[in-house]
């Protein structure tokens, strides 16, 4: 028998003798007591002389008495065994219902630890034990959940880095075969897989050290249209080469945020990166700055681009790492398949929310909050 049942019974039977002993004690002494004083009280008020009552009291205390207090007291004693009986039986079942929902917690902490996580326990009631068990069971569901993603995330990153390394491979190969020439066409087409690795790479760092918890902001106070107008100047000669116009709409009061400068310019660099990439030649993309609404504390940022828009279908799934409308367009397009996923991660952490609207042929909407400072 495991310890802890034992000391359950051990502890239960102690308390049942201890209590049980008590009460016999007591209940045999107050007999005894009340017994006697009836006997004297009957005395004193009798009307026969003392000499003669006592004679009587001798007569009443006989042998048949005598043996009825003791009938008692052995009636006290049979009942006392038969509570301490029934105690250690009671105990027993009382130490099996606490050690085996323990016991079928360790059993399924084991299984968890060796990587089973689908492993669950049975909810059977909704009292603290039922609880842990619950709780138990949704740790179990999250660290499932993120052993999926991860594994998603490792086949995503292999893929992700397979098809520009195949493609810069084939290109040298056949330059090293004498099967092409190196032409500046073939080198520059080399030089933008790179570049589309190196992007990679440095997204992907940035994903996992915020899914890590390890993406440091330096928050201060920060007004949104000197960042617009920065993202704005590294972006314009993308504009310019497609033909698109920017509108910027921020109102000159609003209020200041508080906010990591170059962690929200990276994400309004997602945004409106995006924005280009699925927005066709002379299209329309409009940056807008809300102030904050009622006794809201936030502001809200929102990219509207007038481009190919995105199906209902895929709008719940376009943060997450990897997921692509249109697989072989996207990547043609020069995207990472994670830029929503880290703007989701830095606008949360700094506190916001961000999500995503969108009317097929019609354009997108990107919207995101952030704290007033
Ligand atoms: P990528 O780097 O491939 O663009 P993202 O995580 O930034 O990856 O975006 C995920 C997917 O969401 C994209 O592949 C694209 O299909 C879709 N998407 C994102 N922004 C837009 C937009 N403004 N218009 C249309 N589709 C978009």
Redesign the pocket.
């Known amino acids: 028998m495991k310890s802890l049942t034992l000391k359950l019974i051990i502890i239960t039977t102690i308390i049942a003798l201890v209590s049980v002993a008590l009460m016999a004690g007591l209940a045999n002494y107050t007999i005894k007591n009340q017994f006697d004083q009836y006997l004297r009280e009957g005395s004193e008020s009798s009307l026969l002389r003392p000499n003669l009552h006592m004679q009587l009291l001798q007569h009443m205390m006989g042998p048949s008495e005598e043996r009825f207090l003791a009938l008692v007291n052995r009636s006290m004693w049979i009942a006392a065994v038969i509570v301490i009986v029934v105690a250690g039986l009671a105990s027993l079942v009382f130490a099996d219902r606490i050690t085996s929902p323990i016991k079928q917690l360790t059993k399924a902490s084991r299984k968890i630890a060796a990587g089973e996580f689908h492993y669950r326990i049975p909810v059977s009631t909704h009292d603290e034990i039922g609880e842990l068990a619950e709780t138990f069971n949704t740790m179990a569901e999250t660290l499932e959940r993120n052993e999926q993603l991860n594994q998603q995330l490792y086949a995503g990153i292999a893929h992700e880095l397979k098809t520009p390394l195949t493609i810069i491979q084939g290109n040298l190969e056949a330059v090293l075969d004498g099967v092409s020439e190196a032409t500046p066409e073939k080198i520059a087409a080399i030089h933008t897989e790179t570049l589309l690795l190196n992007r990679l790479i440095n997204?992907l760092r940035d994903l996992t050290l915020a899914e890590a918890g390890q993406l440091k902001l330096q928050k201060k106070d920060v007004r949104i249209n000197s960042v617009v107008k920065k993202v704005v100047e590294l972006i314009q000669p993308m504009l310019s080469e497609k033909g698109i116009t920017m509108n910027i709409d921020i109102p000159s009061g609003l209020p200041q945020v508080q906010a990591d400068p170059d962690r929200l310019t990276q994400i309004l660099y997602?945004?409106i990166?995006?924005?280009l990439?699925?927005?066709s030649e002379k299209g329309k993309i409009t940056l807008l700055a809300e102030p904050p609404v009622g006794d809201n504390k936030e502001i809200k940022v929102s990219?509207t681009?007038t481009?190919?828009?995105?199906p209902e279908e895929?709008l719940p799934y376009?943060?997450?790492?990897?997921?692509?409308?249109?697989?072989a367009?996207?990547?043609a397009?020069?995207?990472?398949?994670?830029?929503?996923?880290?703007?989701r991660y830095l606008v949360e952490a700094h506190g916001g929310r961000v999500w995503?609207e969108?009317e097929p042929g019609k354009?997108?909407i990107?919207s995101f909050t952030l704290p007033l400072s």
């Open positions: 997204d997602n945004l990166g995006n924005a990439r699925h927005t990219v681009d481009g190919e828009g995105i895929d376009i943060f997450n790492h990897f997921y692509r409308v249109d697989q367009r996207t990547r397009k020069g995207g990472s398949g994670v830029g929503l996923a880290i703007v995503a969108s354009g997108s990107f």
